[in-house]
């Protein structure tokens, strides 16, 4: 029998030795896992092999309830690791969309087979024989698996518009403060929860009474004893939703384009535009009157949250401990400024625990877990190896990808050898459109599996790096990403604790003093002697009236101290006493920054002498890093 086709009872020409044959079946929703789906799929296939006796069945695979567009499913992944182990030579299914309702994801299906060791084969579709003709095929039920899954897309979200057209509730679950009347039945409609309009009107109360936080809302809620739908605790995110929701707004927007959450939410397209029909008002019976809709609005403009700046990923999250207890998390100041926060600061009562700075402890915690790798024993370090089975996949898919290409190269020649005859005929014409076809169909399959191959170097390249860490002399964790220093992290058990409770770090912008510093490349010089001091008093003198010295701040102490805060990278508040009151030490330097005399100063001070860098965000607490 040729790789790729499953043998018919009636080919006498065929090996009669038996071929072991695994059974894959899926559904994606619950409804087909219950009633008919996995059982049509198990009566076809088992009718499908009792007409070739030479196909001996080893076992059935189910992924019940898993999404056709994944090429990773539970059922799945055992399959392959059973063809692997040699179990199976060829999977059968009921039809190719059972692999999947996307082109991209039945193709990753079928190479994920074939890599592992064996074939695919359907009930009710030919695939033909291995080589051109199979990927063509191939290609084309793909194509049409795909096009009938969009067209039932669009059925069900035409059905839905009509629906919200008509005032019913198209779908998904309903407004907080609303249930769904009718639920299952074609004229479902939203109508008042009474036990979660309660807590409409009590939040309408709360916010409009003003002086109060999100989170102050949502821990009023908590200490009443009211939870969520789902059963759990309040907080300021799960709050911010619901005072987002359609009781708050006055009506119900189904395809509404302005509030997206994440990857659930209204499809738009190029236009910013809902991709499968226009926003529809769906009416509602009113929890709160309209001027109370208007006050709750308004008030909550006054609190409203910024949109998040997406940053990357903070490895140490959870990692770090405060004096409180609690567990930092990661965060992205307003300065521009990656940190890690407390996560109690926005409690009623604030912990006060300090930000970090994030570069700084993720730089400390670096140095620890390399340390800890090369203290300990090459065969006691945790191990992560490029396995045998990915190395072999990335190969024979790299090879695919190449075969794909000269496939297309081979099209192209053969149709620009019959366009560059002298003579055309109809047939000459047919087979030039014929190869023309082949050509856009191979170009297509070569799209997905380029693709995919570039996943499999990531996750190679993922793999490769950090092997090479855990194995090198002298390991360098910052080499890797940050996904790729957490799972150090996780597997060291890493902690972080400040050891400095007292610390406090610099919040807010940096001083224009510090950024010319900065910008300049001026360092900090050394406290002034009594000559330095009388040249710096005779500039002063020549620049500024009388009156700039008959402020009883001293003049010198202020200017030690301003270098004092420089070197440390203290808070102005922070400053201490024998420098005098930190506002008009604070005033008097912006002065003379503003007039160009901080320059001149700074000129003066650092001849012949190396002063030190300024201080600013870098300013840490001591931190205690150790691991499991």
């Given at each position: 029998?040729?790789?790729?086709?499953?043998?018919?009872?009636?080919?006498?020409?065929?090996?009669?030795?038996?071929?072991?044959?695994?059974?894959?079946?899926?559904?994606?929703?619950?409804?087909?896992?219950?009633?008919?789906?996995?059982?049509?799929?198990?009566?076809?296939?088992?009718?499908?092999?009792?007409?070739?006796?030479?196909?001996?069945?080893?076992?059935?695979?189910?992924?019940?309830?898993?999404?056709?567009?994944?090429?990773?499913?539970?059922?799945?992944?055992?399959?392959?690791?059973?063809?692997?182990?040699?179990?199976?030579?060829?999977?059968?299914?009921?039809?190719?969309?059972?692999?999947?309702?996307?082109?991209?994801?039945?193709?990753?299906?079928?190479?994920?087979?074939?890599?592992?060791?064996?074939?695919?084969?359907?009930?009710?579709?030919?695939?033909?024989?291995?080589?051109?003709?199979?990927?063509?095929?191939?290609?084309?039920?793909?194509?049409?698996?795909?096009?009938?899954?969009?067209?039932?897309?669009?059925?069900?979200?035409?059905?839905?518009?009509?629906?919200?057209?008509?005032?019913?509730?198209?779908?998904?679950?309903?407004?907080?403060?609303?249930?769904?009347?009718?639920?299952?039945?074609?004229?479902?409609?939203?109508?008042?929860?009474?036990?979660?309009?309660?807590?409409?009107?009590?939040?309408?109360?709360?916010?409009?009474?003003?002086?109060?936080?999100?989170?102050?809302?949502?821990?009023?809620?908590?200490?009443?004893?009211?939870?969520?739908?789902?059963?759990?605790?309040?907080?300021?995110?799960?709050?911010?939703?619901?005072?987002?929701?359609?009781?708050?707004?006055?009506?119900?927007?189904?395809?509404?384009?302005?509030?997206?959450?994440?990857?659930?939410?209204?499809?738009?397209?190029?236009?910013?535009?809902?991709?499968?029909?226009?926003?529809?008002?769906?009416?509602?019976?009113?929890?709160?009157?309209?001027?109370?809709?208007?006050?709750?609005?308004?008030?909550?403009?006054?609190?409203?949250?910024?949109?998040?700046?997406?940053?990357?990923?903070?490895?140490?999250?959870?990692?770090?401990?405060?004096?409180?207890?609690?567990?930092?998390?990661?965060?992205?100041?307003?300065?521009?400024?990656?940190?890690?926060?407390?996560?109690?600061?926005?409690?009623?009562?604030?912990?006060?625990?300090?930000?970090?700075?994030?570069?700084?402890?993720?730089?400390?915690?670096?140095?620890?877990?390399?340390?800890?790798?090369?203290?300990?024993?090459?065969?006691?370090?945790?191990?992560?190896?490029?396995?045998?089975?990915?190395?072999?996949?990335?190969?024979?898919?790299?090879?695919?990808?190449?075969?794909?290409?000269?496939?297309?190269?081979?099209?192209?020649?053969?149709?620009?050898?019959?366009?560059?005859?002298?003579?055309?005929?109809?047939?000459?014409?047919?087979?030039?459109?014929?190869?023309?076809?082949?050509?856009?169909?191979?170009?297509?399959?070569?799209?997905?599996?380029?693709?995919?191959?570039?996943?499999?170097?990531?996750?190679?390249?993922?793999?490769?790096?950090?092997?090479?860490?855990?194995?090198?002399?002298?390991?360098?964790?910052?080499?890797?990403?940050?996904?790729?220093?957490?799972?150090?992290?996780?597997?060291?058990?890493?902690?972080?604790?400040?050891?400095?409770?007292?610390?406090?770090?610099?919040?807010?912008?940096?001083?224009?003093?510090?950024?010319?510093?900065?910008?300049?490349?001026?360092?900090?010089?050394?406290?002034?002697?009594?000559?330095?001091?009388?040249?710096?008093?005779?500039?002063?003198?020549?620049?500024?009236?009388?009156?700039?010295?008959?402020?009883?701040?001293?003049?010198?102490?202020?200017?030690?101290?301003?270098?004092?805060?420089?070197?440390?990278?203290?808070?102005?508040?922070?400053?201490?006493?024998?420098?005098?009151?930190?506002?008009?030490?604070?005033?008097?330097?912006?002065?003379?920054?503003?007039d160009g005399v901080w320059a001149e100063i700074m000129e003066l001070l650092g001849d012949g002498e190396d002063g030190t860098p300024v201080l600013s965000h870098g300013a840490a607490p001591e931190l205690s890093v150790r691991s499991g």
């Amino acid at each position: 029998m040729q790789q790729g086709t499953a043998p018919c009872a009636e080919d006498k020409s065929r090996d009669s030795e038996s071929i072991a044959v695994a059974a894959y079946m899926r559904v994606s929703t619950a409804e087909q896992r219950g009633k008919y789906g996995i059982p049509a799929q198990a009566d076809a296939i088992e009718a499908f092999l009792e007409k070739r006796p030479t196909l001996r069945l080893v076992g059935s695979w189910e992924d019940p309830g898993e999404s056709g567009s994944t090429d990773s499913r539970p059922g799945l992944d055992e399959l392959l690791l059973e063809i692997s182990a040699g179990r199976a030579d060829v999977v059968v299914v009921h039809s190719l969309d059972r692999l999947g309702r996307t082109e991209a994801a039945i193709w990753r299906c079928i190479w994920q087979v074939q890599d592992a060791g064996a074939e695919v084969e359907c009930c009710n579709q030919v695939l033909g024989e291995p080589g051109l003709d199979r990927w063509l095929t191939i290609d084309r039920l793909a194509q049409t698996v795909e096009a009938d899954y969009r067209r039932i897309v669009e059925r069900t979200q035409a059905g839905r518009q009509l629906k919200a057209v008509d005032g019913g509730w198209p779908g998904g679950p309903a407004p907080y403060g609303y249930r769904i009347s009718g639920k299952g039945a074609f004229g479902s409609a939203l109508e008042v929860d009474p036990a979660e309009a309660a807590v409409v009107r009590l939040l309408a109360d709360l916010v409009i009474e003003g002086g109060r936080t999100v989170t102050d809302i949502a821990e009023e809620l908590n200490r009443r004893g009211i939870l969520t739908r789902s059963g759990k605790s309040w907080t300021a995110t799960n709050l911010h939703r619901r005072l987002k929701s359609a009781a708050f707004l006055g009506e119900a927007v189904f395809r509404r384009s302005d509030q997206q959450w994440g990857g659930h939410c209204t499809r738009l397209d190029g236009s910013g535009r809902p991709l499968h029909g226009e926003s529809v008002v769906v009416p509602l019976p009113p929890i709160l009157p309209a001027d109370r809709i208007r006050a709750v609005q308004q008030s909550l403009a006054e609190f409203a949250r910024p949109r998040r700046i997406p940053v990357g990923e903070y490895p140490l999250t959870g990692r770090i401990h405060g004096s409180c207890g609690r567990p930092y998390v990661g965060c992205f100041r307003g300065d521009g400024v990656r940190t890690y926060r407390c996560s109690g600061w926005q409690a009623t009562d604030s912990c006060g625990c300090v930000f970090l700075r994030a570069d700084h402890v993720e730089e400390q915690v670096a140095r620890h877990v390399n340390a800890v790798l090369a203290s300990m024993p090459a065969h006691s370090r945790p191990t992560l190896s490029v396995s045998v089975e990915t190395l072999t996949r990335l190969r024979l898919h790299a090879e695919r990808v190449r075969s794909l290409k000269q496939l297309v190269a081979q099209c192209a020649e053969e149709r620009d050898g019959l366009r560059r005859q002298t003579q055309h005929s109809r047939a000459i014409a047919a087979a030039m459109r014929q190869l023309e076809a082949d050509k856009r169909a191979l170009e297509r399959v070569l799209a997905h599996a380029q693709d995919w191959l570039e996943e499999l170097e990531t996750r190679v390249s993922r793999d490769v790096r950090l092997a090479a860490v855990l194995g090198a002399a002298a390991p360098d964790s910052q080499t890797l990403l940050p996904s790729e220093q957490r799972y150090l992290i996780e597997v060291l058990e890493v902690r972080v604790d400040i050891a400095d409770p007292a610390f406090r770090y610099r919040e807010g912008t940096k001083c224009m003093t510090m950024q010319w510093h900065e910008r300049s490349g001026t360092p900090v010089p050394p406290d002034p002697t009594d000559n330095l001091w009388a040249r710096v008093e005779e500039l002063l003198r020549s620049r500024y009236r009388p009156h700039h010295f008959r402020s009883p701040l001293d003049l010198r102490a202020a200017l030690t101290g301003m270098l004092h805060r420089l070197r440390t990278g203290i808070l102005w508040r922070d400053l201490p006493e024998r420098f005098g009151d930190p506002r008009k030490v604070r005033f008097r330097q912006r002065t003379w920054l503003a007039d160009g005399v901080w320059a001149e100063i700074m000129e003066l001070l650092g001849d012949g002498e190396d002063g030190t860098p300024v201080l600013s965000h870098g300013a840490a607490p001591e931190l205690s890093v150790r691991s499991g």
